[in-house]
Every structure is written in structure tokens, then in C-alpha cells.
């Protein structure tokens, strides 16, 4: 495994070609474009990057194979329930995570490139439901109800976005008017932020950009790990 030395021009150009067209015949004629400008150096983040964020996360999970169970997502889009049909993701979606579950059961560390732009994530997108409840009388807990608290606030404060939000109702069984009771309404816990593609992409200095963001969203894994775990 080479070292990383950063993404290229050339991977997300790859991302902007293939949201234009994004059809097989063109990915096939591209495939070794997008073996070479993109897995290459995604693989070498990965590894990079999971040796720097154990430093935060000791028992961290990645695994920079080309294969779907690891840290890097699939290019082929799950169309079967979909009524788009477009069959590639037309962004990189990468994600570290710590816990004994499936990946996207855990809370993790997540960098999505985008044609554009980047996000980067910290948390879970949806919970798995059997974790609803668990998830729920943590909120409403008086101790870890409030820490969580303090976490949400600081890290909108530190103008990172809070998501999650999906029920239009707190669920039945559960007060109201409980100072919680917004986050009752999730089905999913992250912090993120979404900005223009910075030009530590093209370095190695790109790892230290992500983890400077990831450890300011670090609080909120480490309540999810404490709850859910």
C-alpha cells in the first residue's frame, strides 16, 4: 500500500464526468480511470486515516479492501426500490466506526466527497429500530439526557449541523415538554459539515484537515458509544 499523498484533479473530475453521464457503457469505458484516480488513493486514505483517528477511537473499525463491508461504499447505487434508476453513486463515501455491529449500525467517522464538495460526519444516520428505545430513554435520562445536551449545544455552537430529525411527533410513551423532547423525534444522531472542497484534498495534509473536524465532533460518538454500545 502506497503511502497517501492526497486525492488528484483528476478523481473529482472523475465524480463531475460521471454525474453528466452516468450510465454503465460510460463507467466501463472509465473503469480503470476510476480504479486508478479514485480507489487507489481512497485505499491509501483510508489506512492513513484509520491509524490517526485510533488515537481518538481505540478500538476503530476500517478496512481499506475494495470490497462493500469495508470502510470505503460501493460505487453501484441500490436501484431496486428506487424510482432513480441511475445505477452509480456519484460521490465517494468513505466511513470508520466503532462498535461490535454492522458498520452503518455503529457511530462513526465519515467523509463523503462530492463533485463540489465535501461533508464530513460524525454519529449515526439511522438507528437500527431495536436500538429506538435505548437510544430514547437515554435522551429522557437525567443524567445522560443532559450531557447529550451539552454535547448537541457545543457542537452547534462550533457551527456544526445536529441531524437526525424524522418524527414529526415525540413517540408515545414519552413527555412532550421534556427539554429533550426535539431529540426524542430522531431516528438517526449526527453532526456534520458540508463546504467547498478545500485544497488539502490534493495533500497529504488532508488526513489532519479531516481529523481536526472529526475530533471537534468526537463528543457526540463518544455519548452514542456509551448509550448504544
Not at 486515516?49 to 470505503?72: C, F, K, Q, V, W
Not at 437500527?128 to 454535547?151: F, N
Request: hydrophobic letters at 40%; charged letters at 20%; one cysteine or more.
Amino acid at each position: 500500500m502506497t503511502a497517501f499523498t492526497g486525492f488528484s484533479e483528476e478523481t473529482v473530475a472523475f465524480y463531475r464526468q460521471l454525474a453528466i453521464c452516468n450510465e454503465r457503457f460510460w463507467f466501463e469505458a472509465h473503469k480503470a480511470e476510476f480504479k486508478q484516480q479514485v480507489m487507489t488513493p481512497a485505499q491509501a486514505f483510508v489506512a492513513a486515516m484509520g491509524e490517526r483517528l485510533t488515537s481518538i477511537a481505540p478500538h476503530l473499525i476500517y478496512d481499506n479492501r475494495a470490497t462493500g463491508s469495508g470502510s470505503i461504499y460501493r460505487i453501484h447505487r441500490d436501484t431496486r426500490f428506487s424510482p432513480d434508476k441511475t445505477p452509480y453513486k456519484t460521490f465517494l463515501g468513505i466511513l470508520f466506526w466503532e462498535g461490535s455491529r454492522h458498520k452503518n449500525e455503529c457511530s462513526g467517522f465519515y467523509l463523503q466527497l462530492n463533485p463540489d464538495n465535501i461533508y464530513l460526519a460524525v454519529g449515526i444516520y439511522i438507528f437500527p429500530s431495536a436500538l429506538l428505545k435505548t437510544y430514547r430513554d437515554a435522551v429522557v435520562h437525567p443524567e445522560l439526557g443532559a450531557r447529550l445536551t451539552t454535547v448537541v449545544r457545543d457542537i452547534a455552537a462550533a457551527s456544526y449541523q445536529v441531524g437526525g430529525t424524522h418524527y414529526k411527533r415525540v413517540p408515545a410513551g414519552y413527555d412532550a415538554t421534556h427539554q429533550n423532547a426535539a431529540l426524542l423525534k430522531h431516528n438517526g444522531l449526527y453532526a456534520g459539515i458540508e463546504m467547498p472542497i478545500p485544497d488539502a484534498l490534493y495533500s497529504e495534509t488532508f488526513v489532519e484537515f479531516c481529523f481536526a473536524h472529526f475530533q471537534a465532533m468526537l463528543p457526540l460518538h463518544q455519548w452514542l458509544l456509551r448509550t448504544l454500545a
